[in-house]
């Protein structure tokens, strides 16, 4: 019989694709939510971004990349993610000062062998801060570094749990290639490093994580073509000072992105993304809409 705690497991793994939720091998970065132009950093100003995404998967897959079988297995996880961005007009070290945060509005639920639990709440709040350079009027590139805060309800004896009880630090790289007429292409590169989780003593390894887009513009405000995600855990699993063996994770995902710049400093995103090589984590869809407007 598969143990309730991993089923625990498999469902915030699904959950932090699109809400933010981990534990055991999942990820605090919400992996596929960025694509066109992420790389780059706005004119001084104040910035609302607003995402909204919606994940299920019926499938959780082991660490050989085959479906476990789990009887009743669904993970349905749907999100509201305010972003504020700031550009105070900074220069250093040759780059453009920006500031973030995002905090996750989420309802999740997990259900297998007859079991089930449903959560809303807010989830955990991530600050960042980046250097944008901008190359020419087409290329752009971007460094910078998150911090994800244990700001999400928690409890640790719950199936399900918005969120994840533990720090998480992400570095990362983006380029992005802008053309309102020709080749469009971005990528979001980044290193994620989680603390323990004090409850349960456990910790995920370390990922190397990537969201990409490629695609072409139309001449008309309109960009279309392929967006979706990599996700490579690079080291096993910590629980109770030893190593959780074959507990690394890998996902890819790939699917159809378009975008509509209104060309007064606001756009829109819209993408559907299927995952198709999954180990030690669910495998599903999500569907993600973004909107970016200067305030």
Request: aromatic letters at 8%; glycine letters at 14%.
């Amino acid at each position: 019989m598969f143990p309730i705690q991993r089923l625990a497991v498999a469902g915030l793994m699904a959950a932090a694709s699109a809400a933010h939720a981990a534990a055991g091998g999942g990820s605090t970065y919400p992996n596929g939510a960025e694509g066109y132009t992420t790389a780059a950093v706005p004119p001084p100003g104040l910035y609302g971004l607003l995402y909204v995404t919606h994940y299920s998967a019926d499938q959780m897959n082991g660490a050989d990349g085959h479906s476990l079988g789990i009887p009743g297995f669904k993970v349905e996880a749907t999100s509201v993610v305010p972003r504020l961005g700031w550009v105070p007009g900074y220069s250093l070290l040759g780059g453009d000062l920006a500031f973030h945060a995002a905090l996750p509005l989420t309802t999740l639920k997990i259900s297998a062998m007859g079991m089930a639990q449903t959560k809303s709440g807010i989830g955990d709040l991530t600050i960042g801060t980046a250097l944008g350079y901008h190359h020419s009027p087409s290329l752009h590139t971007l460094w910078g570094v998150d911090l994800v805060l244990p700001t999400g309800g928690y409890r640790a004896s719950d199936m399900t749990n918005i969120g994840r009880h533990q720090m998480s630090a992400d570095f990362t790289f983006a380029v992005s290639h802008i053309h309102p007429a020709g080749l469009n292409a971005d990528l979001r590169m980044g290193y994620l490093v989680n603390q323990r989780n004090g409850d349960t003593d456990y910790r995920s390894g370390s990922e190397l994580h990537a969201d990409y887009a490629l695609g072409w513009g139309l001449g008309n405000g309109w960009t279309a073509g392929l967006g979706g995600y990599a996700r490579q855990q690079l080291e096993n699993d910590q629980a109770s000072g030893g190593g959780v063996s074959d507990s690394k994770t890998r996902v890819l995902a790939i699917g159809p992105a378009i975008k509509f710049d209104g060309g007064r400093g606001w756009f829109v995103t819209a993408k559907w993304q299927k995952e198709v090589d999954v180990r030690n984590a669910p495998q599903g869809s999500a569907v993600w809409l973004k909107a970016v407007l200067p305030l």
